[in-house]
């Protein structure tokens, strides 16, 4: 099955994230009796703006992508401050595989055609394979990275922030900016004072931090 927008779920955040990032900052300063409803809005503004960015791996959250490739899995996995468990091509098998069709290519007649019989011959072989007896973690060799590759990610809000300012940058490849799209969207209801300050741009499906 084709598919052509990823589904960003989230799992997990830390609870009343931004107060214990508050408590954690102030602790450094002695200033925990400056703490009042709202306060943490501002002091942790303030921090982010002069680089005090540790105060932030104390809150972290989780989440579970589906509808992504196996290429932005590698692109994804390369942020190494984070925690990942992946669906195994070694163990699940992929007879039936959902495949990720970019843009660029579904919008384009021949490139599209070409695409899904190249799709389909894929998944007759690998089909074909297991039929022989070859093992599913052999088989899996023929797979394109456009297979769907589900996968859960979770990362400390420091590391979730660096992410989004590389991922988030018009340069990136779109898939890895459609998904961090929607993570940050999440987050900027979770934890709107660690992450508020990214502007987004949808129609360039960008987003950049205007704390400096």
């Known amino acids: 099955m084709e598919i052509t927008e990823p589904d960003v779920r989230l799992l997990a955040v830390t609870p009343n994230a931004e107060k214990l990032i508050e408590e954690a900052g102030r602790t450094c300063y ?6 009042a409803d709202d306060s ?14 540790s105060i932030l791996e104390h809150a972290s959250a989780s989440f579970r992508i589906l509808g ?4 932005f899995t590698h692109q994804l996995v390369r942020h190494r401050l984070a ?7 070694r163990y699940v098998d992929e007879s039936d595989f959902n495949y990720i069709i970019p843009d660029a290519i579904r919008l384009h007649d021949g490139a599209r055609d070409l695409f899904r019989t190249y799709m389909e011959e894929c998944a007759r072989a690998y089909a074909r394979l297991r ?3 070859i093992r599913k ?11 769907e590759s589900q996968i859960v990610f979770s990362a400390n809000f420091r590391e979730l922030r660096a992410v989004f300012s590389l991922r988030l940058e018009k340069s990136a490849q779109w898939e890895i900016r459609r998904v961090c799209m929607r993570m940050l969207k999440l987050l900027q209801k979770e934890a709107p004072s660690v ?7 949808d129609e360039e499906e960008t987003a950049r931090s205007v704390l400096r």
């Not at 925690?83 to 091509?89: D, G, I, K, N, T």
């Open 30 to 35: 002695l200033s925990l009796d400056r703490i």
């Open 40 to 53: 943490e809005k501002n002091f942790i503004r303030s921090c982010i703006r002069r680089g005090h960015h």
């Open 83 to 89: 925690s990942y468990s992946q669906q195994s091509q």
């Open 131 to 133: 039929e022989m007896g």
């Open 68 to 71: 992504a490739s196996r290429a």
């Open 137 to 147: 973690e052999d088989a899996r060799f023929i797979l394109p990275n456009a297979l």
């Open 195 to 201: 992450f508020g300050d990214f502007v987004i741009d």
